[in-house]
């Protein structure tokens, strides 16, 4: 195996010609986008394998390796090292990225951040070469996605990810034209997960396990990922929601008086864009049609 090093770590070639992984994803989502609870379920789809979830890779030309906020394995011992973790075949590694603080200081646009070119080519260096890999792309609706990063960011702060609101106004808009592009010209190597249809729809998590070569189990939508705190609104409620219970897509609710969330649904593409990818959600347009009839000209910028 061709291998190189790199501030003291093995790094395995890019021009190596061994599959480290069967199955490698690269999961792209907003914080707040039901990553997690779609993660652990894909993880349960290979139950019983070996596996080894990076969680909230830094963007650019980092070590996903090295360079995450939480690592999680399956049927892996938890005292690896990195360089034998790193050769080491895997059926799953998922490694994820989303919009961490550091995009709000650079400025920078979190799916171009996350998945520009050039980006293959650090995935395989420090990686290796996978089977099958795939780009997910996982979008939520923004009434509920902005609710739950806003009540978030009232109750304990940006947790290591981007604060300024009209950033994350931005780049769900960003993340959401590109899932539109994405289910009208599919590409062979990239999903979009729609949180809302994987949370309702059991023929759709049925289809996604088959692409995802996995076996079918739907026991994770049982419980609540820890990861990132749980549910924003853990503390207003006496049950934690799971995935799989009808109020996870209506938590807008919550927030329909407060004026910094308004200000977001009301921006004028939210709306257009949600129901392309959504459909009307129930309530939803009166509550826009309302925030712009009651709320000032200065108020909504």
Known sequence: MDELSVAGSTIISAESTTEMNFLELRVCGLMRSGNHAIIDWIINQHAGQPVCFLNNVKHGDNDPYIHYRQKVLYGIDEDISIEVLRSLPKQLLICSYEDREELESARLDFLNSATRLGMDAIRRRYLGRSQHFFDILIVRDPFNCFASRVKLLQTRGAMRGVKNLALILHNWKVTARAAIALEKYP???????????????????????????????????????????????????????????????????????????????????????????????????????????????????
């Open 187 to 301: 590409e062979a190597n990239k999903i979009v997960i729609n949180f809302n249809r994987w949370v309702t729809d059991v023929d759709s998590r049925q289809q996604l396990s088959k692409r995802l070569l996995g076996t079918f189990s739907d026991e994770s939508l049982l419980s609540v990922s820890s990861f990132g705190g749980g549910s924003s609104f853990q503390q207003d409620q006496q049950t934690v929601d799971t995935p799989v219970q009808s109020n996870i897509l209506e938590r807008w609710q919550l927030m329909a008086a407060d004026r910094n969330y308004l200000r977001m649904i009301c921006d004028p593409e939210v709306l257009v864009l949600s129901e392309k990818l959504f459909g009307e959600l129930p309530g939803t347009r009166a509550l826009v049609n309302a925030a712009r009839n009651h709320m000032t000209s200065r108020e909504l910028t």
